[in-house]
């Protein structure tokens, strides 16, 4: 906000299907209605319990905050194998872990380039891997 970037920066919020939170509350949300969270049972693609059943109330405040300077988040949402594949890519490929509710992110680029297509440059933020490991990969290899 402090560089102007909420007029010219399209954000896109990318959540596997049993992690939608943000898509839950913009979903439930009336027209012109603050957006609320939605209490839902978040799981990660592995199956575990991530401990959180709604998204923060300061993410949808800047959701509400962006949708006021015209420039709306959007959200994007992506099959959870979809996420667990790209862990595995992304491991092949950068030799790093991340998990799949970072890696859904890349899941949505990957698999749905076109919807992105308008975009001149995009950045992408990954984050955790603390709940990846070389069982879990292996796994998920096996499913593809």
């Not at 076109?114 to 001149?120: L, M, P, V």
């Not at 984050?127 to 879990?136: A, K, S």
Request: glycine share 4%; charged share 20%; hydrophobic share 40%.
């Amino acid at each position: 906000m402090q560089l102007g970037w909420q007029h010219q920066c399209k954000i896109v919020v990318c959540q596997t299907e049993h992690g939608q939170t943000l898509a839950s509350a913009v979903q439930n949300a009336k027209e012109g209605e603050k957006t609320t969270p939605v209490r839902t049972h978040v799981i990660d693609p592995c199956g575990h319990d991530l401990g959180y059943h709604a998204i923060c109330d300061k993410a949808l405040f800047w959701f509400d905050k962006f949708a006021f300077f015209n420039n709306p988040i959007s959200t994007f949402v992506v099959h959870d194998t979809d996420a667990c594949n790209m862990c595995v890519q992304f491991a092949d490929e950068h030799k790093v872990l991340i998990e799949p509710l970072s890696a859904c992110a890349f899941a949505a680029l990957f698999k749905h380039a076109s919807q992105f297509s308008s975009f001149q440059k995009i950045v992408v933020i990954a984050c955790g891997g603390n709940r990846c490991n070389c069982d879990l990969l292996c796994k998920w290899k096996q499913n593809k």
